[in-house]
């Protein structure tokens, strides 16, 4: 069965440290791959996307992640985190049909 | 216009109360959609509407009925709810209706409150 796993609920990190969001999905055939970015009390923005060739893809305000097949992960980057990038970030998956998976998210910080 | 706008943002109902959420989308899209954010959770896909038709309902309650009149308003149409609904209702498009045709884009959600 399909399904999108983010094992770090919470993740606190401080300005200007690096920061890596983990992603682990379970898809049969190849993924389409999504992250989104949830600020409070706001709907679910698109971060990046993959769906084909290069496995390191670039997305908005400086994020990037990258495909790992053998290792089913697509886990976001970001070289360098604002104190704006505090948020909730969530992977998904794109199936056939109408479905899209999502994991339960993970709660990011940022501290001064 | 935003993409995606969906009213009211914030809404208390009683459980014996009848209320509607909105949605409409100036994307140009063809599919909608309706899902349940709750703490700690999956987002939860309600249903589905492609070209106006419904092409998903996943197993959602009776007390939650969906209307799609035209390819860029959805509606919600609310009665009998139980406070196990409160939760944020996220309405999203997109230009087809499948997770392999294209990226969600979103509302900013309607939090609903059942006292």
């Known amino acids: 069965a399909q399904s999108v796993t983010q094992p770090d609920i919470h993740i606190t990190v401080s300005e200007g440290a690096s920061l890596e969001l983990r992603c682990n999905y379970s898809y049969g055939a190849t993924p389409y791959l999504f992250w989104y970015v949830q600020s409070p009390g706001q709907g679910l923005q698109l971060l990046l996307k993959y769906f084909s060739g290069d496995t390191l893809v670039q997305g908005i305000k400086g994020f990037e992640a990258e495909f790992k097949r053998s290792q089913s992960s697509f886990n976001l980057r970001k070289p360098s985190v604002h104190w704006s990038d505090a948020a909730e970030y969530f992977c998904a998956v794109g199936a056939t049909g109408n479905q899209f998976y999502f994991g339960t998210g993970t709660s990011l910080t940022v501290i001064p | 216009e935003t993409g995606v706008t969906q009213t009211p943002r914030h809404l208390v109902m009683g459980m014996t109360n009848k209320k509607s959420l909105k949605c409409e989308q100036h994307?140009?899209?063809?599919?909608m959609y309706w899902y349940k954010q709750s703490a700690k959770k999956p987002l939860e896909l309600m249903f589905v509407y492609n070209f106006k038709e419904q092409t998903e309902n996943n197993s959602v309650p009776s007390r939650f009925s969906p209307e799609c009149p035209n390819s860029s308003h959805l509606f919600l149409h609310l009665h009998t709810l139980q406070p196990e609904d409160s939760a944020l209702y996220l309405c999203?498009?997109?230009?087809?209706?499948?997770?392999?045709?294209?990226?969600?884009?979103f509302g900013e959600g309607s939090r609903l409150t059942v006292l």
């Open positions: 999203a498009s997109s230009q087809l209706a499948g997770g392999r045709d294209g990226e969600l884009f």
């Open positions: 994307l140009g899209h063809n599919a």
